[in-house]
Structures are given as structure tokens and as C-alpha cells.
């Protein structure tokens, strides 16, 4: 087999030679043939070049595949943390605000600028229900106009102004009472500041009649009294809580009870109300509800953000 091997036979066999397929007879064959033929040693030469040329490329291939992988990858976390972060700072152009009353201050009065009943805040009391923060407040300059902001708490821990309600008091030490309703439940909410040390009590003054209609001389008033422990204060009742109390320290029958307005009380039990009104042309006639839209548009701005970082994934990722 030697001496009968001939060029084209050789060559025919180099590609299994270099890639060791061949008998141990015919690597000998083709290695005698190599040493003698110049020409097919040359041919062997360049055939093992270009194979180990071959095996290289996938490599660089590989390594450039790779890299477009990568690149991708990092694109698509950016554009998520892109989108994530849009999200989240619409969401927090809404809920802003902290617990804190001067932060607080300053939110009621940029919200009632706008409006005919707007005041210059300042916040008495806070008091959270069911994520919902109630701040009682007053205005700097009309110390008789006051009312209660609404605040519901986001998911970042701050809060978003719902809605506020201002009123005007004929006394100079203001008991001001309101009603809310709070995740489907009503309270009643007792706002009291500039209180005057004579007062030792406040009353919820309720209002019923004994027989059906509204007559004069069948009205009767029933009061819930409570103690004045501070000159500034922030209470809630659970108003059917209250009314119930009402209604079972009446001991009779009444009609169209409801809780009406507020007194105030001295050491002695006798009601001093009357001695803290003020003059009626001092008397800020100021009063509004004001109440802020749904978030239906913030989501619908967020939902919009959401898909579009949704297609934009959805095409770096695509081949």
C-alpha cells in the first residue's frame, strides 16, 4: 500500500488523516507518502491551516453571540427599571405628603388656593383611620374659620389629599363639629382649639322631636358630654355608636333625632356656650367642601408607561 499510494489518493485521504479516522496502516501509508511528495506535504500543510481556522471561528462567533446576549439583557433590566421608575414617580406625584404639619400646612393651602373658600392653614391635629389621615386646621389670620382635611395613604407611606371641608364658628373658642363617612363607616369628628379654661366640658347636642313633624313644642334636646383635657383637641366618634347613647339616655320615643350642634360646659355643669360668641360682623363667612377626582387618570397615564416599556422589552428580546 506503501509504494501504490498516489497523489490523489492521498489527498483524498488527508481530511480523515488530519482528523484521525484512518488505520494505523493507512496513517503510515500516508505519512511515507507526506515525506516523499513535496507537493502533498505542502497540501497536508495548508488543508491542517485551514481546518484549525475552521475550529476558531465558531469560537469568535460564540464570544460575539454572547455579547449580543448580554447586551440585550442589560437593555431589557434598563428599560424595566426605566419603566418601574416612571411608574413610580407618577404615583408619586400624587402621594406626597408626610405626616408632619408643616408639611401638611402648606398641602391644604395649595389645594384650597383655587377656590373661593381657600384658607392659609395651619394644622391643629392629625389622627389616622383605616389609611385615612384627618387633619384638623385653622386659618392664621381668620381664627375663627377651620375645617378637616382628608388624606388616604399610598403605597409609598406618604399620603394624597382627598378632600377638605371648611367652616366658619360664631365663638371665639371654637368646638367645631363634622361628619364623615370613612370605608363605608360614619363618624363624627370634634374639632376643638382656643379653648378657654373655664370650659371643663363639651357637649354633642342631638335634637328629636316626641311626636312625628317639627314642631317647636315638641322638640327636645338630649346631650353626650365630654371632658376638655386640652386647650386644642382632635376627637372621633363612631356615629352610630353615638347615636345609639343618644337614643338609649333620652328614655322616650323620639323622632328625627339627630346630632345638631356643639355647647360648651363650665366646673359647675352649666352651659357657658353663649359667652364665648363673638360680634357678628367679626364673623368670617367662609364654608366649603371641596373634593379631589378619582385616581382613575393617574392609572390610566401609568398604564399606558407600563405597555409601552412592555413593547419595547418585547422587541430588544426578539431576534
Not at 394624597?160 to 371654637?174: D, F, H, L, N, P
Not at 350642634?261 to 363650665?266: A, I, L, N, P, V
Request: aromatic share 10%; charged share 30%.
Amino acid at each position: 500500500m506503501k509504494s501504490e499510494l498516489k497523489c490523489s489518493i492521498v489527498r483524498d485521504l488527508l481530511p480523515n488523516y488530519i482528523e484521525k479516522l484512518t488505520s494505523e496502516d493507512t496513517n503510515e501509508a500516508v505519512e511515507e507518502h507526506l515525506k516523499a511528495c513535496g507537493d502533498c506535504n505542502e497540501a497536508y500543510e495548508q488543508m491542517v491551516a485551514d481546518m484549525g481556522n475552521m475550529e476558531k471561528a465558531p469560537a469568535v462567533e460564540l464570544k460575539f453571540l454572547r455579547k449580543i446576549k448580554r447586551t440585550r439583557l442589560m437593555a431589557t433590566a434598563l428599560c424595566i427599571m426605566v419603566t418601574v421608575g416612571l411608574c413610580y414617580a407618577l404615583y408619586a406625584s400624587e402621594f406626597k405628603y408626610v405626616n408632619d404639619k408643616g408639611n401638611l400646612s402648606a398641602a391644604i393651602t395649595e389645594y384650597t388656593s383655587p377656590f373661593e373658600s381657600k384658607v392659609d392653614a395651619y394644622v391643629l391635629e392629625t389622627e389616622e383611620i383605616d389609611g385615612v389621615l384627618i387633619a384638623s386646621f385653622k386659618d392664621r389670620e381668620r381664627t375663627n374659620v377651620n375645617g378637616l382635611a382628608f388624606l388616604s395613604k399610598g403605597i409609598n407611606g406618604r399620603y394624597r389629599i382627598t378632600g377638605a371641608k371648611i367652616e366658619t364658628s360664631e365663638y371665639s373658642s371654637v368646638i367645631q363639629k363634622y361628619s364623615d363617612e370613612i370605608k363605608g363607616d360614619k363618624y363624627y369628628i370634634v374639632s376643638g382649639y382656643n379653648i378657654s379654661d373655664e370650659v371643663e366640658e363639651y357637649g354633642l347636642d342631638y335634637c328629636g322631636y316626641k311626636n312625628p313633624g317639627t314642631l317647636s313644642k315638641d322638640r327636645v334636646r338630649h346631650t353626650l358630654r365630654f371632658e376638655v383635657e386640652n386647650s386644642q383637641f382632635l376627637d372621633i366618634y363612631n356615629a352610630k355608636e353615638m347615636d345609639e347613647k343618644a337614643k338609649d339616655g333620652s328614655n322616650q320615643q323620639l323622632y328625627y333625632f339627630m346630632l345638631l350642634e356643639t355647647s360648651m360646659y363650665d366646673a359647675n355643669g352649666m352651659e357657658i356656650t353663649e359667652n364665648f360668641r363673638i360680634n357678628e360682623d367679626a364673623v368670617n363667612d367662609v364654608d366649603g367642601n371641596i373634593a379631589k377626582a378619582e385616581l382613575n387618570l393617574l392609572y390610566v397615564f401609568m398604564a399606558i408607561v407600563a405597555w409601552i416599556g412592555y413593547i419595547i422589552t418585547k422587541y430588544i428580546l426578539t431576534d
